[in-house]
């Protein structure tokens, strides 16, 4: 049976109602409590989309990467793509999901195995996930779409500048050739012109291989550069969904209102105009989801 290219919705990505509990710390009487880190997630990934997810260290950011990517399982709802659940299971089982599906770690430094050289790093996962040859095509061609050349094959990670780790990091993932890229702090760390040159790389991708991309990050201003639609995460729920220009515009929810003035206070950005004045949104809208973004 030949598996669909797309949800039945259309969606390369569905998250539909997923919750996930943590155990909190033992009562003496020899209980526990347990804490919701997500609760009632739900939105879809179209292809080609450029989207943010944005929200406070804590929020439950890391919690849903990892669901997205099949390495926990959810307590409730669920996630699927091309018609089929995504849950932890063997590599092998999730073999044509990291097809799909690749990520971009926060720390490209701890992610590259420091005794293999680029071209091994970029080829690693070709041979992984059974992909047929020749790799040696396919690790060029990711070079130069994160426009580094061929003399960085035979570097070690050590020798590479911490945008440089970060390219070989994004080439890794995009010679497998996926839909989706999910994209954990990838700006996380650099200097400013470091992370224009990740951002350029990005936005060259979306445009000339038709990637789409999950930008996730506590900045908002990392996200209204790349992303056309932003969720806001608080608190392990959604509480924004809404083209990016439009949230900045006149954000429904003080936690958003909070991030966009932590993102205004940092040097060097161009970020889109705000309704806010000191003490707007004082107390908190109710959660606001968008239904404006049909496909």
């Not at 780790?165 to 890229?181: D, F, K, S, T």
């Not at 992303?227 to 608190?235: E, I």
């Not at 429904?252 to 040097?267: D, F, K, N, S, V």
Request: charged content about 25%; some cysteine; overall charge positive.
């Amino acid at each position: 049976m030949t598996m669909p290219e797309l949800n039945d919705d259309g969606s390369l990505l569905r998250v539909s109602g997923v919750g996930k509990r943590m155990p909190g710390p033992r009562r003496w009487w020899g209980g526990r409590d347990w804490r919701h880190t997500l609760r009632d997630i739900d939105f879809r990934l179209y292809p080609g989309e450029l989207i943010g997810l944005a929200g406070v260290s804590g929020a439950g950011k890391s919690t849903l990467l990892n669901l997205m990517l099949g390495l926990t399982r959810a307590d409730g709802g669920e996630i699927v793509c091309r018609g089929r659940r995504i849950a932890p299971g063997s590599a092998r089982a999730l073999r044509w999901y990291r097809r799909v599906v690749q990520v971009i770690p926060q720390d490209p430094a701890a992610s590259l195995d420091p005794r293999m050289r680029v071209g091994e790093l970029i080829r690693e996962p070709l041979v992984r996930l059974g992909i047929e040859g020749p790799h040696e095509v396919r690790v060029g061609e990711a070079l130069e779409q994160v426009g580094l050349d061929g003399g960085y094959l035979m570097r070690r990670p050590a020798e590479l500048s911490g945008g440089q780790a970060q390219r070989v990091a994004i080439a890794r993932a995009m010679a497998v050739r996926p839909r989706l890229l999910l994209a954990d702090e990838p700006l996380s760390g650099l200097d400013l012109p470091l992370q224009a040159q990740v951002t350029r790389v990005l936005k060259t991708l979306h445009h000339e291989a038709g990637i789409g991309l999950l930008l996730i990050s506590h900045d908002l201003s990392v996200v209204c550069r790349l992303c056309q639609r932003t969720l806001v995460l608080d608190d392990g729920a959604i509480i924004e969904d809404r083209p990016t220009e439009a949230l900045f515009r006149a954000p429904a929810h003080e936690r958003t209102a909070a991030l966009i003035r932590a993102a205004a206070m940092l040097p060097g950005q161009d970020l889109p105009p705000t309704s806010l004045t000191p003490g707007s949104l004082s107390a908190a809208t109710p959660a606001h989801r968008s239904q404006e973004l049909a496909p």
